[in-house]
């Protein structure tokens, strides 16, 4: 993810509503010590797709809803990502 990819605009009503509501639901699933969990997608046709994702990515986007669902706009950068300084002053939205 480069810089400029960083969404800056905070998330709606309607986003903050669905973010905890998902955010409760994904919440109960990750009561687990497995190492991954299985979700099922459906798509606009009503077919389903079985995808694993491992339990520490669920524990991610599930810090990221609860952030949405207190209105913050979320971004993730890799730690290892380099960035030069004024892409850092960009993520920390600072001059």
Not at 25 to 31: D, I
Not at 46 to 62: D, E, F, K, N, S
Not at 75 to 93: G, R
């Amino acid at each position: 993810m480069t810089a400029t990819a960083i969404a800056r605009t905070l998330p709606t009503e309607a986003d903050i509503a669905l973010a905890r509501e998902s955010g409760r639901a994904l919440s109960a699933v990750l009561q687990t010590s497995a190492d991954a969990q299985q979700l099922d997608f459906r798509d606009d046709a009503g077919g389903v797709r079985a995808v694993q994702i491992p339990t520490a990515a669920l524990r991610l986007l599930l810090e990221a809803l609860t952030e949405i669902g207190q209105g913050n706009a979320v971004s993730i950068l890799p730690i290892h990502a380099e960035l030069t300084t004024q892409a850092a002053a960009d993520v920390l939205n600072v001059s």
